[in-house]
């Protein structure tokens, strides 16, 4: 995932949008302030519009995910100097993981966590397979979206297991049935969330 980041325009005294109170003067596609919030984003909540992604790419036919910048100051630097391409002494970016040296402390992002679920448990050699997300009444749900609202699952399957990816964008937990092999399992799917689900075949 290269070409797509959070993309700030601000005013000349904040061209970076790091500050709360110039943030309605910012701008990102699609021109809504509000999805362009300071960086570096360190609420697990910014993981949804992630998981979201890695979801619809592979389904579209991606057979890896690599994110950009792995690990980055608390700032969000060190910073690519170029200001040919507008790219000031401060081109904030978001990480994986932050640092911060002065504090002593590492900060995994809601990224960090929403990848660590697809790197850990799709290893390499899993294929995509079908999904089918019910309610609790057993009829599809209703309220499942696609994007970053209602819920998303993605299925693969290697030698031995079946996994899969359960998305629940919405900030109210929901009950999902998963099916196979004519066996059900209820589940409970926290608030802004992923949970890996896997068995063996």
Request: hydrophobic share 35%; aromatic share 8%; net charge negative.
């Amino acid at each position: 995932m290269t070409e797509i980041c959070y993309a700030y325009n601000g005013e000349d005294s904040d061209s970076n949008c790091s500050s709360e109170l110039t943030l309605p003067n910012c701008t990102e596609w699609p021109r809504d302030h509000t999805l362009a919030p300071p960086l570096p984003r360190l609420d697990f909540q910014d993981g949804a519009i992630w998981g979201s992604r890695l979801v619809s790419d592979i389904e579209a036919g991606a057979s890896g995910w690599i994110y950009w910048n792995l690990l980055l100051s608390k700032r969000g630097g060190p910073f690519l100097l170029s200001p040919t391409h507008n790219d000031g002494p401060e081109n904030l970016q978001q990480a994986v993981i932050h640092i911060s040296l002065d504090e002593g402390t590492i900060h995994t992002t809601g990224l960090f966590w929403y990848l660590s679920h697809f790197s850990r448990y799709v290893r390499p050699g899993s294929v995509r397979v079908g999904a089918h997300i019910v309610g609790s009444n057993g009829r599809p749900d209703p309220d499942r979206s696609e994007g970053t609202s209602g819920t998303e699952v993605i299925a693969f399957r290697n030698d031995s297991h079946v996994i899969l990816q359960l998305l629940n964008h919405d900030s109210r937990d929901r009950r999902v049935v998963i099916e196979y092999g004519g066996r059900q399992a209820p589940v409970e799917l926290t608030a802004i969330s992923i949970t890996t689900a896997f068995w063996v075949v």
